[in-house]
């Protein structure tokens, strides 16, 4: 089986271009997402559980050791970091969809010399953006509650209680929502196209960049959809993200195939 968008004996050039989305679009690309997680559970749930896995190791590790303030805006800014990991996923609908065999050596393999491509440049962006929050937010704390570390239940408690502890939520919010769309728009569809086709990593981004452009009210619609659930599924202990990431992750993959068309050359 071969891509929709490449014509026999056509050769594709470098330059992807994008078309408008609908919600039609969403509603097409999240069905199938659910078909590829309906028909390889196993690859979905392993992707799922370590993001599960190293959501809990940021909610844990900062009360641990003595960081309480760090929980919120680390569990905040954690799905920041969601379209790197969801790669694996990516993988495993481009193979059903070009029918090539689905087996793990394959999947990890193909996820694995992705370290040494442009892929590796695009994590790179993601995790700078999560150092920038972390700072931010580590310097709003200073700002407003010094540099001790607060007992976790006075920390709460000044942080919904007090003005300066609402001024701090409020800024913080704001702040972590413009870095949000920032990331979102960069990566909505960039690592599944650095996956797919052999661009650099800086067309990548402008690539899914012109995607927003081109149909703002309906990706900014669906990146509201993806905070909302994704918030929802981190309250029980992150336990939500073992389907999510997954349902998601598909989803991501055939939205990407939905508005990135390959011209090609004959």
Do not use: N
């Amino acid at each position: 089986m071969t891509h929709p968008d490449l014509p026999a004996g056509g050769v594709r050039t470098l330059e992807p271009a994008v078309r408008a989305a609908s919600v039609a679009d969403i509603r097409a690309a999240f069905e199938a997402g659910m078909r590829d997680f309906m028909a390889a559970p196993v690859f979905g749930l392993f992707f799922g559980a370590i993001y599960w896995l190293g959501g809990l190791m940021l909610l844990t590790l900062p009360g641990y050791f003595g960081y309480v303030w760090a929980v919120f805006p680390l569990a905040a800014g954690f799905a920041l970091i969601g379209p790197f990991v969801a790669v694996g996923l990516y993988e495993v609908s481009r193979r059903r969809e070009t029918g090539e065999p689905l087996t793990w050596p394959l999947v990890l393999q193909a996820v694995w010399r992705q370290g040494g491509r442009e892929l590796s440049w695009m994590a790179f962006v993601t995790l700078f953006i999560f150092l920038i929050w972390m700072y931010q937010v580590r310097l709003l704390y200073a700002l407003f509650f010094g540099f001790a570390s607060l007992d976790p239940l006075l920390f709460v408690q000044q942080l919904f209680t007090t003005a300066d502890g609402l001024i701090f939520l409020g800024i913080g919010t704001c702040v972590g929502a413009i870095l949000a769309l920032v990331t979102f728009s960069i990566t909505l569809v960039s690592f599944p196209l650095l996956l797919d086709r052999d661009v650099d990593w800086i067309t990548a981004m402008i690539t899914s960049l012109r995607v927003v452009r081109e149909s703002p009210e309906v990706m900014l619609g669906w990146g509201l959809v993806t905070a909302v659930v994704i918030f929802v599924a981190m309250l029980p202990a992150f336990a939500g993200l073992l389907f999510v990431l997954p349902l998601w992750g598909h989803a991501t993959w055939h939205l990407y195939r939905r508005l990135v068309v390959h011209p090609v050359a004959t």
